[in-house]
Nanobody
């Protein structure tokens, strides 16, 4: 499994931006699809974004499409989530996750069960 460590969260006003990073350790990062999920207080964890293991395919939840961008650097073993035009409803703990190495998932997956490793999360708070 790969170990994941998120950073970059914080407090931002509505309309602002944040860039989350997820540093991975382990030899399988560059061959694993990666995802970002989030969990707001009192709600279930939900899918945010997906990127395949070579970085050529991405997929987003409708709620963040056009505002968030997922990317990865397989040399630095890091995946990023650029979040622009943030809204109060984006307030949540954000988690990065790693899929099973070399699994294609038919293009993308938004299912928690398809991700085998999880970070501890980073808090994002958007004030109105």
């Amino acid at each position: 499994q790969v170990q994941l460590d998120e950073s970059g969260g914080g407090l931002v006003q509505a309309g602002g931006s944040l860039r989350l990073s997820c540093a991975a350790s382990g030899r399988t990062f560059s061959t694993s699809a990666m995802g970002w999920f989030r969990q707001a207080p009192g709600k279930e964890r939900e899918f945010v974004a997906f990127i395949n293991w070579i970085g050529t395919s991405t997929y987003y939840a409708d709620s963040v499409k056009g505002r968030f961008t997922i990317s990865r650097d397989n040399v630095k073993n890091t995946v990023f989530l650029q979040m622009n035009n943030l809204k109060p409803e984006d307030t949540a703990v954000y988690y990065c996750s790693a899929g099973v190495p070399f699994r294609d998932y038919g293009g993308y997956t938004d299912r928690e069960a398809d991700y085998s490793s999880w970070g501890q999360g980073t808090q994002v708070t958007v004030s109105s």
